[in-house]
């Protein structure tokens, strides 16, 4: 049969449907809250060589839709009925893309054929490893991130393998949650294999094959279609987070983005090197790999939002990923904070993309989205561990409209755990959770607000982890006039005498009475602030978005008592106009504006350069190395201009490492 447009919606609508359908057990029968609340998770019809031809658009994680699992399938010898295989393991195939991901996949037979796979992955809320919720910065090697499983059946013929799950239970610290979320997997990929079937009955199973890999070309074509209405060209941005380890240095990604004719080459040189911490991404040097291309994919459907979302709209691109680097990093680099990396990548991809067409894509999202964790003691002295949410901020403005508020972008398939479940699940108050004022980046169209969370912790020796830690000095940008989004900020006990700025920790101990307030990043703004109806920023200044000073300072309106004083409005926007400065294309913020002065794009392009030339394991120390030389050149204004210092520092201590740096 052949399928026509017409034809081809309707199959997909029934697949997604069936992923839908799959989502929808997983958060009915799971224990952890980062599932059945948080939604972390993912689900997909395979095709027999592993690529997605059908996920869910309503539920869970929208990173995996590109999701190759054809490594793994390779790794089990023989498929039967009834069978499941699980894998955890990073660097097993690179499909599991850190620790806590469990990826599970199952056979669907028709008969005595295989016709496709079901699978998909749920992050546990911890698998054991250094720390609670196995995820630190502070963590040096996968083998610090908790117990890895290679890819391995856990169902054999529809028997499941007990003493599998003694181990995972031994080595875990809440294994009746694991246990419990384990056995949610298993249901959703029976259901999935029983809608499948359902499908081939009503179509045929050759009709559905066909089908399925009519569904990926059909999405390649729309995804060319969308890349065809970009201007051909190269276009180079990067991004920061505020650290590449414990009080470390700034770590940058880079890309450059070359359009050709309806194909596109992310081209990640210029990436920091591999990094000794946990924020680096396993994505094995795969072209394709679906970490590297999560922006492009939310890129793709901001420009088309009637796309299919499966690994169709993979074959017109491809990305490069230096071996070493940050993006693909090689054993053993720990990786369990891939997700803060990859969320830079994110947004690096829509700066990218900005500069082709600015009036089509929005500001800088407030990145930077923390996951809070609890690991604490009831009051019958039982121990607790669950996640409480995330805490972010809003989408960026938008070329039609304000970002949205507190969840956007990003990070907008993380739902909140409302405060009841939280209060009702983990011993702890929660005594705030808002959004906060004059976080949104001004512009014409507003960036999203941040959120605020402060709780109060009841027990001794309470641990607090808050993964993706990041913006507390690098900002979310503004794009054409819009301004930068306000920073993160991590405090515990904040009206005390004594409150202690935590930065970007992500492991806290706490005492009784202790209380923690995060607040997330605000998103990018689009456009001047001085083009914004006065009558939208006094409806700002009345919802509590923005307050009357920045009013003024920022979008030159001026309210008081909650009037629009027309006329000194006027006068302040003249006065604003008159003073302001050209409009670049990015407002980057006063952090990465200082940054970038001391290491310009030759500096960088220097470094990089040394660093891809020498060994893997020395590269982080030589890049903080010519971080701490730059700085004291600089202090004592001996610096040679563009990229030379760069090599001159470089020279100036090779000689200490001379039988190694050749």
């Keep these: 049969m052949a399928f026509d447009t017409s034809g081809l919606q309707i199959l997909a609508n029934y697949c997604v449907a069936a992923a839908e359908s799959m989502a929808h057990t997983l958060v009915r029968t799971a224990h952890s809250t980062f599932v059945k609340e948080t939604e972390d998770f993912s689900c997909a019809l395979l095709t027999p060589e592993g690529l997605a031809f059908a996920s869910p658009k309503t539920l869970g994680a929208t990173w995996y839709i590109g999701l190759d699992y054809g490594p793994v399938l390779g790794m089990i010898d023989d498929y039967r009925p009834g069978d499941v295989a699980m894998t955890n393991d990073a660097y097993s195939g690179s499909v599991a ?54 890819p391995t059946k856990i169902v054999r013929e529809g028997v499941l393998d007990e003493s599998l799950l003694t181990l995972i239970k031994t080595n875990v610290r809440a294994p009746e949650q694991n246990i419990g979320d384990l056995h949610a997997q298993l249901a959703m990929l029976a259901n999935g294999e029983k809608r499948v079937l359902e499908m081939i009955a009503h179509f045929g199973v050759d009709d559905f094959q066909q089908g399925m890999v009519a569904l990926l070309d059909y999405a390649a074509q729309q995804a060319e279609r969308i890349l065809q209405s ?23 990604v880079a890309m450059t983005l070359k359009i050709r004719g309806g194909r596109a080459i992310l081209d990640y040189t210029g990436s920091d090197p591999q990094l000794l911490s946990s924020l680096n991404m396993p994505t094995g ?70 500069q082709a067409i600015p009036d089509r894509l929005p500001a800088c999202a407030a990145c930077g989205l923390a996951i809070l964790n609890v690991k604490t003691t009831n009051t019958a002295g039982r121990s607790v561990i669950a996640s409480i949410g995330p805490v972010g901020g809003g989408a960026g403005g938008m070329p039609f409209g304000d970002g949205e508020e507190g969840s956007g972008a990003n990070v907008a398939f993380l739902r909140n755990t409302p405060v009841e479940i939280n209060e009702a699940e983990v011993p702890i108050r929660i005594t705030r959770y808002c959004l906060v004022p004059d976080s949104g980046g001004a512009g014409k169209y507003r960036g ?15 641990t607090v982890t808050a993964r993706n830690r990041d913006r507390t000095h690098f900002a979310s940008w503004g794009v054409l006039g819009g301004m930068a989004g306000s ?21 806290i101990r706490c005492q009784a009475g202790d209380v923690i307030r995060l607040t997330g990043a605000g998103g990018g703004g689009y456009g001047s602030p001085l083009d914004r109806d006065p009558q939208q920023v006094l409806s700002d200044v009345k919802r509590g978005y923005v307050t009357a000073a920045r009013a ?87 610096t040679a201009p563009g990229g030379e210092v760069i090599h001159q520092l470089f020279d100036a201590f090779r000689e200490e490492y001379q039988a190694f740096l050749q």
């Excluded at 901001?302 to 993006?327: F, H, K, Q, W, Y």
């Design 97 to 150: 893309t850190h620790s806590p991901d469990m990826v599970m996949w199952k056979p669907v037979f028709w008969q005595d054929r295989l016709v496709c796979f079901v699978g998909g992955h749920i992050h546990n809320t911890d698998v054991g490893g250094a720390v609670p919720a196995s995820l630190s910065r502070t963590l040096t090697e996968i083998h610090q991130e908790g117990i890895r499983i290679p």
């Design 448 to 462: 999203g607000s941040g959120l605020m969370m402060e709780f109060q912790v009841f027990a001794p020796d309470t």
């Design 552 to 638: 003024e300072q920022d979008y030159g309106v001026v309210v008081r008592h909650d009037e629009l004083d027309l006329i000194a409005t006027q006068q302040k926007r003249t006065a604003l106009t008159e003073a302001a400065a050209p409009v670049a294309h990015f407002d980057f913020g006063p952090w990465r504006t200082r940054f970038e002065q001391s290491w310009t794009p030759e500096r960088y392009l220097a470094m990089t350069d040394i660093l891809s030339r020498v060994p893997v394991i020395w590269r982080f120390h030589i890049k903080h190395r010519l971080f701490d030389a730059l700085a004291a050149a600089e202090a004592q204004g001996e």
């Design 285 to 354: 040097g795969m072209t394709r790999h679906a970490l590297a291309l999560v922006g492009y994919h939310y890129v793709l459907y901001t420009l088309n939002p009637d796309i299919l979302l499966n690994a169709g709209l993979d074959r017109v691109v491809e990305c490069v990923l230096p071996e070493g680097s940050v993006m693909n990093a090689v054993y053993p680099a720990a990786v369990g904070m891939r997700s803060l990396t990859c969320k830079l990548t994110h947004v690096l991809t829509f700066g990218a993309f900005s």
């Design 230 to 252: 970009v201007p051909d060209g190269d276009y180079f941005f990067a991004e920061y987070a505020d650290e590449d380890s414990v009080n470390g240095k700034p770590m940058r």
């Design 487 to 507: 920073n993160a900020i991590f405090v515990k006990n904040p009206d005390s005498d004594a409150p202690e700025m935590l930065g970007n920790s992500d492991v």
